[in-house]
């Protein structure tokens, strides 16, 4: 059970391919797995679909990929950030679908959970429900929401161990957890790689059984919104 | 009338001690100051119990933000969770309440507040799980929009958020029930007559 790759572009190695389907963790800037996706913009892979609760901003996190153009399709609940994404898209070169954050979370759980499908009252009578199974359970109204089955998980954890056990930190584990369970393959980036026997078993966030692939690196950590109050 | 930050202190009044709140972005997020001595704890959809203030400045931390992508803090009753059992606890109503602002609220309850036809959409966010999920949603907004027109409806017009998800309306002018048959006058804004609520009001008042 060899885990632990040199770097991003060595762990990326042999999985990507144009066209794919990419589940991505991280919540605007915060917990995005900012070294795979460097790595997979200098691959070069085009055609990309990624299921990301946002896009980045124009020059960090997905936005990096939109200005390549490796990005077909962005599955979301908020893009506001990003003015290259709102070219693509109004132009029609970048397709989006918007998916309720909720949903988009449970999509990727119920995926990695083998569940193809479940109902949520989420979205009811709105847009997102045109097109769906309604389905009433005890007098409410239903929609049905399908499980996301990725090709591929890009994480950001805070420490793994060698076994790829992850432990995350504050408000950076947000979609990561989710997105690592709904990929057939999981790469993970971490800021420190522990050894063995050192993490408490009880305190694992994510086991190491959803994670194939292990890189060490360091992380530019960008704010979005600096917003501080007076001492 | 009420300003905006007695629109707050009166959206806190309707905040039970005890429970377990999600604030949204503007006048809601304010409401926050006025809640006094009740024991509230704040959740941030992004994977939060126990959302503390902003950070002074050099204590910020990148892996600790909320919702609105600010920096926070963090208090000692705190607890960090990913986006699906966020949306879990939200989805599965164990969220007392919900402060929102809105575009749009029509007398049965529907919500607008995600997107204007023709304008930039950057996304509903966390906000259809939220009206979908909480026990009450409890909308902040001013009574009218800048040409005066009524944004308390007999039906929105704008793409919804929600159908028939809204409990209670705070507006500058007053406060608002959705009741069978349309809304009725809980208050009225200190130096507002009930008719004055009346006439700014499109949605049936029963």
Same mark, same amino acid.
């Given at each position: 059970?060899?885990?632990?790759?040199?770097?991003?572009?060595?762990?990326?190695?042999?999985?990507?391919?144009?066209?794919?389907?990419?589940?991505?963790?991280?919540?605007?800037?915060?917990?995005?797995?900012?070294?795979?996706?460097?790595?997979?913009?200098?691959?070069?892979?085009?055609?990309?679909?990624?299921?990301?609760?946002?896009?980045?901003?124009?020059?960090?996190?997905?936005?990096?990929?939109?200005?390549?153009?490796?990005?077909?399709?962005?599955?979301?609940?908020?893009?506001?950030?990003?003015?290259?994404?709102?070219?693509?898209?109004?132009?029609?070169?970048?397709?989006?679908?918007?998916?309720?954050?909720?949903?988009?979370?449970?999509?990727?759980?119920?995926?990695?959970?083998?569940?193809?499908?479940?109902?949520?009252?989420?979205?009811?009578?709105?847009?997102?429900?045109?097109?769906?199974?309604?389905?009433?359970?005890?007098?409410?109204?239903?929609?049905?929401?399908?499980?996301?089955?990725?090709?591929?998980?890009?994480?950001?954890?805070?420490?793994?161990?060698?076994?790829?056990?992850?432990?995350?930190?504050?408000?950076?584990?947000?979609?990561?957890?989710?997105?690592?369970?709904?990929?057939?393959?999981?790469?993970?980036?971490?800021?420190?790689?522990?050894?063995?026997?050192?993490?408490?078993?009880?305190?694992?966030?994510?086991?190491?059984?959803?994670?194939?692939?292990?890189?060490?690196?360091?992380?530019?950590?960008?704010?979005?919104?600096?917003?501080?109050?007076?001492? | 009338?009420?300003?905006?930050?007695?629109?707050?202190?009166?959206?806190?009044?309707?905040?039970?001690?005890?429970?377990?709140?999600?604030?949204?972005?503007?006048?809601?997020?304010?409401?926050a100051?006025?809640?006094?001595?009740?024991?509230?704890?704040l959740?941030?959809?992004?994977?939060m119990?126990g959302m503390g203030p902003f950070p002074?400045?050099?204590?910020?931390?990148?892996?600790l933000?909320n919702?609105?992508?600010?920096?926070i803090t963090e208090l000692d009753r705190t607890?960090?969770?990913?986006?699906?059992?966020?949306?879990? %606890? &939200?989805? !599965?109503?164990?969220?007392?309440?919900?402060?929102?602002?809105?575009?749009? #609220? +029509?007398?049965? /309850?529907?919500?607008?507040?995600? %997107? &204007?036809? !023709?304008?930039?959409?950057?996304?509903?966010?966390?906000?259809?799980?939220? #009206? +979908?999920?909480? /026990?009450?949603?409890?909308?902040? %907004?001013?009574?009218?929009?800048?040409?005066?027109?009524?944004?308390?409806?007999?039906?929105?017009?704008?793409?919804?958020?929600?159908?028939?998800?809204?409990?209670?309306?705070?507006?500058?002018?007053?406060?608002?029930?959705?009741?069978?048959?349309?809304?009725?006058?809980?208050?009225?804004?200190?130096?507002?007559?009930?008719?004055?609520?009346?006439?700014?009001?499109?949605?049936?008042?029963?």
């Amino acid at each position: 059970m060899k885990k632990i790759y040199p770097n991003a572009a060595a762990a990326l190695d042999g999985l990507l391919h144009d066209g794919m389907f990419i589940a991505s963790g991280g919540f605007g800037l915060c917990g995005i797995p900012e070294l795979l996706l460097s790595a997979i913009k200098d691959a070069g892979t085009k055609d990309l679909t990624f299921a990301s609760n946002n896009a980045g901003v124009d020059d960090f996190g997905i936005g990096i990929l939109l200005q390549t153009k490796q990005v077909k399709k962005m599955i979301s609940s908020y893009v506001g950030e990003n003015a290259e994404f709102m070219r693509q898209y109004l132009s029609g070169e970048l397709e989006l679908e918007f998916n309720p954050q909720g949903t988009l979370a449970e999509r990727m759980r119920a995926g990695g959970c083998g569940i193809p499908g479940f109902y949520t009252k989420t979205g009811v009578g709105t847009v997102i429900a045109e097109g769906k199974e309604h389905k009433d359970f005890k007098g409410e109204t239903y929609i049905m929401e399908e499980g996301i089955f990725a090709d591929l998980a890009i994480v950001k954890a805070w420490k793994a161990d060698e076994t790829g056990n992850l432990i995350f930190r504050r408000t950076a584990r947000n979609f990561n957890p989710p997105a690592a369970m709904c990929g057939k393959v999981c790469v993970v980036e971490v800021e420190e790689i522990v050894p063995t026997g050192s993490l408490d078993p009880d305190h694992i966030h994510l086991p190491g059984i959803y994670v194939h692939r292990l890189i060490q690196g360091d992380h530019e950590k960008r704010i979005e919104q600096r917003t501080v109050r007076e001492a | 009338m009420w300003d905006r930050n007695q629109m707050a202190e009166r959206a806190a009044q309707e905040l039970e001690d005890g429970t377990y709140v999600n604030l949204g972005i503007g006048i809601p997020t304010l409401v926050a100051n006025y809640v006094g001595d009740k024991d509230i704890t704040l959740q941030s959809e992004n994977g939060m119990l126990g959302m503390g203030p902003f950070p002074i400045a050099g204590d910020e931390d990148a892996d600790l933000i909320n919702a609105g992508k600010q920096t926070i803090t963090e208090l000692d009753r705190t607890a960090y969770f990913d986006s699906a059992t966020s949306f879990g %606890m &939200i989805r !599965g109503g164990k969220i007392a309440a919900a402060i929102l602002g809105a575009m749009e #609220v +029509a007398e049965n /309850g529907d919500l607008a507040n995600w %997107m &204007i036809p !023709g304008k930039l959409v950057k996304g509903m966010g966390g906000a259809m799980d939220l #009206v +979908a999920g909480v /026990g009450r949603v409890i909308v902040v %907004m001013d009574h009218t929009n800048k040409h005066g027109d009524s944004k308390v409806l007999k039906s929105c017009t704008l793409p919804l958020t929600g159908q028939g998800v809204v409990h209670r309306i705070i507006t500058n002018l007053g406060v608002l029930d959705v009741v069978a048959g349309g809304l009725q006058i809980v208050e009225t804004a200190e130096g507002v007559t009930e008719q004055e609520l009346r006439d700014a009001t499109e949605a049936t008042i029963v």
